[in-house]
């Protein structure tokens, strides 16, 4: 079992940032990936951005150029950094942690929500 721990939600005004971090602790498989899906109501939930304990990532079209997400192998923490922040953001952010070695077992945080208004 791996337990994620979120934190850095909130609200921002258009053009601001957050952070927002997801911190993984229990039997973590040594390769695997992290990230952050999002979701609003009504909607399926849909990757943001994801990176791997070899340093790949990947990032939806839409934050590409604004969100950036990095990793502490050591804490075995993730990290979404989030600039330039618009209303299309708002959503409930949920971290993940994939093992991607058999049986490529996927957990969930609890989720945060994001919300950017003026």
């Known amino acids: 079992q791996v337990q994620l721990v979120e934190s850095g939600g909130g609200l921002v005004q258009p053009g601001g940032s957050l952070r927002l971090s997801c911190a993984a602790s229990?039997?973590?498989?040594?390769?695997?990936?992290m990230g952050w899906y999002r979701q609003v109501p009504g909607k399926q939930r849909v990757l943001v951005a994801s990176i791997t304990s070899g340093g790949e990532t990947r990032k939806q079209d839409s934050v590409k150029g604004r969100f950036t997400i990095s990793r502490d192998g050591a804490k075995n923490t993730v990290y979404l950094q989030m600039n330039n922040l618009n209303a299309e953001d708002t959503a409930v952010y949920y971290c993940y942690f994939q093992d991607l070695t058999v049986p490529f077992r996927t957990y969930w945080g609890q989720g945060t929500q994001v919300t950017v208004s003026s």
């Open positions: 229990g039997s973590i498989d040594s390769i695997n990936v």
